[in-house]
């Protein structure tokens, strides 16, 4: 066996399967054999690799044990001569593995290996080559200053600026990301360091392999796609922590004592500060905009009940103080906990949302002054008086946003795009179907020709993407995998770096279309999405729908009890809708699976009591449709249809 590949995937399947496609590609002239090992993914992931690539050697946790673990849980059981740890949020070239074999073949000094790592955007990645971090590295890196000077070969060490990207140098530091190694020196220097759960082993690995006497070496003329996933982000304090600790464990293990000490101090500091900066920003980010809230609606309150005082009594002091500093405040934040509930305060901005919101809080605010003693009652008046002046405020806040362009805070962030499709006439016009198919409506679609094909279909070819981005005014470019290699899609991105475009591939035969930058953006994800049903808001709808409606239904029970077929589990469906243990409308029971679909509670009823069809296959498709389009007034539809049957 000549390569054995080892990828270790979590949660990332619509990634792995397109990173199984350019390897299987990659190695056809090369006895390859290939690992995946899942840290027990939810994603679908394993049911993936085992339909689609029945030839992959599969290893499905039942648990995440970190990368490490699952690392050696392959490299155990590999036969090959070279070893390649890989991501799955990679593609690689059809000739990235010949390349890489043939130089470590002709530099037999040549311990470890890694290539040119470029982004879904087409630009470089600098962490395809690094340096050792010591003390005085890692401090460069941690303040900043490398981004200040990113070619000084002291201050920059980290990424080894002073390197070309497109030489081939020796290397310090390989990337996790594609890191390819000599059976023989895995065997001699063991397998990745367990302690580290993840982040650091990279930077271990590599350090022993220079221990033992080998060298490292970085090849540009190999390259890669690397979507650059995380299973942690950058500003979470998890992140900080792993990361930074992980620098702990290596300087402890690696460094002179009194070294350790002190790299370990520093860490520790840089730890606590990233730390501290991730909270306040975080904590800031999500408590400025409500606050700002309160102080606008606060302010002019107080205004419109001066005003309202002056008007009714000819007394600006004729409401106690009491009314001022407590019961307005509670009236806001009643306004803004409801705008809460109703996502408000989620991101992208929808101003129905907010105005929902404000209407049930006001609804609430009216019912609960209904149930004041007359004593204790101010004004109604008052109370619709605030809460014009509160949807006033909070929209016109978000106005001077959008103005301002604050992401997030856009009115119109659904404002169409102009795509162009590169390909042939089959495939980019199932990739426009697709478009159809997930619900994408572009200002505007060209079909642009992978070769020079003189046909009505393409407004131009692939020699003339710059021109017709410009002449289009294109926000996306996908290409299709089909018909354009990786190596072509690589060229393309980075001639086109500064085309400010972004790019997606479509994988052949595929329901997705994948870029650019990051693996876990769903701006990013372009799917036939049966997960509809399971996001946040759907979620908060449809209990909110089975909440209101069971009480309504026990409080009409006298009622519509006599008008039930089956009395005898009338009053029990509705208390169990009522308390969670149930919802009104669920998937319909089916023979098998299908397709994995998002996990919601057994239900009364299911789409087929809409539908009136009781076939497995219709079973199937009714679950797929209900989930990929659900709407509460489905719910709704469904219920009224069978409320006798209850």
């Not at 290397?171 to 063991?190: C, F, H, Q, S």
């Not at 906990?337 to 209407?359: E, H």
């Not at 996990?599 to 009591?609: A, Q, Y």
Request: charged share 20%.
């Amino acid at each position: 066996m000549k390569l054995s590949i080892v990828i270790v995937n979590y949660n990332v399947k619509f990634f792995l399967e397109q990173c199984l496609v350019s390897v299987f590609e990659a190695s056809k002239d090369i006895e390859t054999e290939v690992w995946v090992v899942d840290n027990n993914s939810v994603d679908g992931s394993v049911a993936m690799v085992r339909e689609k690539f029945p030839q992959v050697h599969l290893i499905a946790n039942t648990d995440n044990p970190g990368f490490s673990k699952a690392n050696n849980q392959a490299l155990r059981q590999i036969t090959g001569k070279y070893a390649l740890l890989l991501n799955p949020d990679t593609l690689v070239e059809k000739d990235t593995f010949r390349k890489c074999i043939d130089f470590m073949e002709s530099h037999p000094d040549c311990g470890g290996l890694g290539v040119k790592m470029i982004n879904g955007e087409g630009r470089y990645l600098p962490e395809s080559k690094r340096g050792f971090p010591s003390p005085e590295v890692s401090f460069y890196k941690i303040s900043g200053l490398i981004h200040l000077f990113p070619k000084s070969k002291r201050i920059a060490r980290y990424y080894l600026g002073h390197l070309s990207e497109d030489e081939t140098n020796e290397i310090e530091i390989l990337p996790g990301a594609y890191l390819m190694i000599r059976k023989t020196v895995l065997d001699k220097i063991g397998l990745l360091d367990e302690t580290f759960f993840m982040y650091g082993e990279d930077i271990d690995f590599s350090y022993r392999i220079l221990l033992a006497g080998y060298k490292n070496y970085y090849l540009p003329s190999a390259r890669i796609i690397h979507y650059k996933g995380e299973s942690t982000k950058k500003g979470s304090m998890n992140y900080v922590y792993t990361f930074y600790n992980a620098m702990v464990i290596f300087a402890q293990k690696h460094l002179s004592q009194s070294n350790a000490k002190i790299f370990t101090f520093f860490i520790k500091i840089a730890i606590w500060l990233r730390a501290s900066l991730a909270f306040v920003k975080r904590a800031l980010s999500n408590i400025i905009i409500p606050l700002l809230d309160f102080v606008f609606i606060y302010l002019g309150f107080l205004g419109i009940k001066n005003l309202w005082a002056t008007f009714k009594a000819d007394n600006i002091n004729y409401y106690p103080a009491e009314y001022t500093y407590i019961v307005i405040p509670i009236y806001i934040l009643i306004w803004l906990l409801c705008v809460f509930l109703y996502g408000g305060y989620r991101k992208p901005v929808k101003l129905g949302r907010i105005c929902k919101g404000l209407f049930a809080g006001t609804c609430a605010l009216l019912v609960f002054y209904s149930l004041l003693d007359e004593t204790q009652r101010y004004s109604r008046a008052l109370i619709l008086l605030g809460t014009l002046w509160a949807v006033f405020s909070v929209v016109g806040f978000r106005g001077i946003l959008h103005l301002l362009n604050i992401k997030n805070y856009n009115f119109f962030p659904d404002k169409k795009k102009s795509y162009l499709i590169v390909g042939d006439k089959e495939e980019t016009t199932r990739v426009a179907d697709l478009f159809k198919s997930i619900g994408i409506d572009p200002d505007f679609v060209g079909f642009v020709s992978s070769q020079d094909a003189d046909d009505k279909h393409f407004i131009g070819n692939v020699n003339q993407l710059v021109e017709l981005i410009r002449f289009y005014k294109i926000n996306e470019v996908i290409f299709c995998s089909k018909n354009l290699s990786t190596e072509d899609i690589i060229s393309l991105m980075a001639n086109l770096q500064n085309a400010n475009v972004e790019y997606k591939i479509v994988p052949q035969e595929s329901q997705f279309i994948i870029g650019t930058n990051t693996i876990h953006s769903t701006e990013d994800l372009y799917t036939v999405s049966i997960d509809t049903i399971a996001t946040a808001e759907n979620k908060r709808n449809k209990r909110i729908f089975d909440v209101v409606t069971a009480v309504l239904i026990i409080l009409f029970s006298p009622i519509l009890f006599w008008f039930q077929r089956d009395k005898k589990h009338f009053y029990s469906n509705c208390f169990y809708v009522a308390m969670g243990k149930r919802s009104w409308v669920g998937y319909s029971k089916v023979d098998s699976d299908g397709h994995a679909l998002p996990r919601i509670k057994n239900g009364i009823f299911s789409p087929k009591d809409m539908a009136q069809s009781s076939s497995h296959l219709d079973g199937h498709r009714l679950n797929l449709l209900y989930a990929r389009n659900y709407k509460v007034m489905t719910d709704f539809i469904i219920l009224m249809r069978n409320i006798t049957r209850i």
